[in-house]
């Protein structure tokens, strides 16, 4: 064995064989995918600060909750278009990261709105028109 193939001195260094590609394709899809087991009721959560909308009173707290839903929305329509041409991971990776954070804003938001007593969505709702 040569000098340059291993050195056992006292710091115990010895070279290492070169990494395999297919574990380190391997590692980087368990870390891509690290992020799917999450459950939903975590991963927005953690995003958020849980006093964030503790100073807002009923009538701004149900505005910020509408534009909530609207940005919810929309990005569950980007991530389903994604999904149906065939690009699910890049739908996932590029939007997946604001629809959990929109979804954590609304957990907190109706967390707070029920502690102050306020209604967010209006008794009288209908996605239907009278002409």
Same mark, same amino acid.
């Not at 980087?28 to 100073?55: I, K, Q, R, W």
């Not at 994604?82 to 929109?102: C, K, L, P």
């Given at each position: ?19 395999? =590609?297919? =574990? ?108």
């Amino acid at each position: 064995m040569a000098a340059s193939d291993h050195h056992d001195g006292a710091c115990g260094w010895a070279p290492r064989p070169a990494p395999n =590609r297919s =574990r380190l394709v391997a590692l980087f899809a368990a870390v891509a995918l690290a992020g799917c087991g999450l459950s939903e009721n975590t991963t927005g959560a953690l995003m958020v600060d849980p006093g964030h909308y503790e100073g807002y009173h009923c009538n701004e707290l149900t505005a910020l909750w509408q534009k909530l839903e609207a940005r919810e929305k929309d990005l569950r329509s980007h991530i389903e278009r994604a999904q149906e041409s065939g690009n699910a991971v890049i739908g996932t990776m590029t939007y997946r990261a604001d629809y959990e954070t929109v979804l954590g804003e609304q957990k907190v938001l109706q967390r707070t709105a029920a502690e102050k007593n306020c209604t967010l969505v209006p008794a009288y709702r209908s996605d239907q028109t009278i002409r």
